[in-house]
Nanobody, 129 residues
Framework: EVQLVESGGGLVQAGGSLRLSCFTS????????IAWFRRAPGKRREREGI??????????DYVDSVKGRFTISTDNAKNLVYLQMDNLKPEDTAVYYC????????????????????WGRGTQVTVSS
């Protein structure tokens, strides 16, 4: 059974950093793609894809709003996916989710309406001004 569990959220001042972790189980990184999504306050039905990693070759992708500030990485030995978030802004306030899909298609479609098969429950990130 595929499971994803996020941690590492919290309250931080603008300009600060946080590192989110996603503990994964039930699948091999090489066979899946992993993405981070977020849902901002007041947007209950909108989840924004912000970063993706292709498990088979490690290629990464970021949306413009986080490019240069956020970094996705994995620790395969620990079954962890990280999202390092630097220079945080108040508009980064959201619930952050990790998600996974078999194969490589996720990183082509994660910024659209496509919904991966597997999701964590999310972790809250609040950035104060």
């Amino acid at each position: 059974e595929v499971q994803l569990v996020e941690s590492g959220g919290g309250l931080v001042q603008a300009g600060g950093s946080l590192r989110l972790s996603c503990f994964t189980s039930g699948f091999a990184f090489d066979d899946y793609s992993i993405a981070w999504f977020r849902r901002a306050p007041g947007k209950r039905r909108e989840r924004e894809g912000i970063s993706c990693m292709n498990g088979s070759d490690g290629r990464t992708d970021y949306v413009d709003s986080v490019k240069g500030r956020f970094t996705i990485s994995t620790d395969n030995a620990k079954n962890l996916v990280y999202l390092q978030m630097d220079n945080l802004k108040p508009e980064d306030t959201a619930v952050y989710y990790c998600a996974a899909d078999l194969g490589t298609g996720l990183c082509r479609y994660y910024t659209g309406t496509y919904s991966p098969d597997y999701w964590g429950r999310g972790t809250q990130v609040t950035v104060s001004s």
